[in-house]
């Protein structure tokens, strides 16, 4: 059977992409590996009746554009605001960072007026880079030799934009770009409480730790991104897509995993399914990663020498793991006065202990104290569980895809105790209200998921792989050296997280190929 285009993998860029070009009139196909779409994304039943909504929790990097490009609204996509972020502390009563920055500011007032005032300031200067960032992020990405007069216009869009920031803002952006967070956010607030909690995010699925050049890159690229927070979280953007692509009349097909991808005389002719059934396109637009999809779904030979040592060189180690819990009552916070809260971070209270918890993953171990990044779902759709129960999704930091000795039963169940451990010195009895646990350590989420290293991001954030050099420098605008094939994915630029927007960008670099 023959299409226009083949999309591998339905999570939100494979949809996004196959919405969009069969908007534009090609007959497409979407295969997904998986027996329901969402890739990362989808809703994932752990224990009967409970629910975690997807694997990742930043759904907050959606950007307005991309829905509006898409008419996500017109099929049910809606937004809110994000939920206040309470910061957990040890004999303490915690810090809730609220996203209304008056609300934080006044939090934060009550232990310093120094950072209040700092925060605001913070806060202040990333508004002002938001724009910059956020047109970047939606974009293809410049290129290092223009080859178009669009490629001109592009770089000259970029410095006019350049020329609405103040040059006190520039040169603090080229000074502190590089540096760690650490010392960036040491700079200016002096509660180390809060600059753990601020560094936190910059760190969390990535190979670094606060203490790691080129980590305030990371903030920036989370805080500026010009996202907003999503009414349903991940799911909800997958039910948009796929009315999306129903109604542009793209073909989904579960349960088909792609065993290779075929060639003729050198370009795509389709794909190869592990039943065995073969379909033809001479386009193939590719969302898994890209080491998966150039080293193990093309034919071995196809890429040249330095073309294949590109991609092997392309770092995909995992570094954290996911914890779900099942709860026959609320998640209590000895510190939060009896409210719940829908967004908890736990770390050691300083910034040094979310170093130390990333040092265990440099030697092969995971972090008998990890950080964790804390969503407890049913506070805001109680649905998710039966009456009264709980589901808590954590995001562990840190834990090596190459742990010393291997993921045995046994690794897996200690790294489940050592969260429940850190836990449970916030939330006292949440043993007693335990029904059920899963552990995915990263090598279950490369199993499950196909990730290449268990890497959340399908390939890590890092200086070196961003903007024009993501996947790799022979493919920073999505198609690949092989005609005919895109990757479009969250190893492409603008990067990972529950966003759809590299698979807009491929299906863009396709119609106008």
């Known amino acids: 059977m023959g299409f226009d285009v083949i999309v591998i993998g339905a999570g939100p860029n494979g949809l996004a992409a196959a919405a969009r070009l069969a908007g534009a009139g090609r007959k497409v196909v979407v295969l997904e590996r998986a027996d329901a779409p969402g890739g990362l994304a989808a809703p994932n039943e752990f224990h009967p009746g409970y629910t975690a909504p997807g694997l990742l929790h930043d759904e907050a990097l959606v950007p307005r554009a991309v829905v509006d490009k898409l008419g996500l609204t017109g099929h049910g996509l809606t937004f809110r605001p994000a ?114 909690a601020l560094a936190a995010p910059a760190v969390a699925s990535t190979w670094n730790g606060p203490w790691s050049a080129g980590t305030v890159t990371h903030l920036l690229l989370r805080e500026c991104a010009g996202g907003e927070t999503l009414s349903g979280g991940p799911p909800a953007l997958i039910a948009a897509l796929l009315a999306a692509c129903k109604s542009a009349g793209a073909e989904l097909r579960t349960g088909a995993e792609v065993a290779r991808l075929r060639l003729d005389r050198g370009k795509v002719a389709g794909v190869t399914l592990a039943s065995g059934e073969t379909l033809d396109a001479p386009v193939v637009l590719s969302s898994a990663d890209p080491k998966r999809t150039m080293l193990q779904l093309l034919p071995p030979g196809t890429l040249s020498l330095r073309g294949e040592e590109e991609f092997l060189r392309l770092r995909s180690r995992g570094s954290a793991a996911k914890v779900h819990l099942a709860l026959s009552g609320p998640l209590e916070m000895k510190g939060a006065g009896g409210k719940l809260h829908e967004a908890i971070r736990i770390g050691g209270g300083h910034v040094d202990d979310l170093e130390r918890a990333f040092d265990a993953i440099k030697y092969r171990r995971f972090s008998e104290r990890p950080h964790l990044e804390i969503r407890v779902p049913t506070v805001a759709e109680p649905g998710l569980a039966p009456p009264g129960h709980h589901v808590v999704s954590i995001l562990v930091s840190f834990a090596p895809a190459k742990l010393e000795g291997g993921w045995t039963p046994e ?103």
């Open 83 to 196: 939920p206040a972020t309470y910061i957990a502390e040890a004999d303490g009563p915690g810090l809730l960072l609220a996203s209304d920055t008056a609300a934080a500011v006044e939090a934060i007032g009550a232990r310093s007026r120094k950072d209040a005032q700092s925060y605001r300031d913070l806060r202040a200067w990333f508004d002002r880079l938001t724009p910059l960032f956020a047109a970047v992020l939606t974009e293809q990405p410049p290129l290092i030799t223009p080859r178009s007069p669009g490629d001109f216009w592009q770089i000259a869009r970029r410095g006019l934009s350049l020329l609405r920031i103040s040059r006190k803002d520039l040169v603090e952006l080229a000074r502190v770009a590089p540096m760690c967070v650490a010392d960036f956010l040491n700079e200016r607030f002096e509660t180390p409480l809060l600059v753990e």
């Open 411 to 513: 690794a897996r169940e200690s790294l489940g105790d050592a969260v429940l451990r850190v836990l449970e010195q916030h939330a006292p009895g949440v043993r007693d209200r335990l029904v059920a646990r899963e552990i995915l350590t990263p090598a279950d989420l490369e199993t499950r998921y196909a990730l290449s290293g268990g890497q959340l991001h399908h390939g890590e954030v890092a200086l070196d792989q961003l903007l024009m050099m993501r996947p790799v420098a022979s493919t920073p605008r999505y198609a690949t050296a092989v005609p005919g094939l895109y990757l479009g994915g969250a190893g492409c630029h603008p990067g990972g997280g529950v966003r759809p927007t590299a698979g807009l960008l491929a299906a863009e670099a396709i119609l106008g190929a």
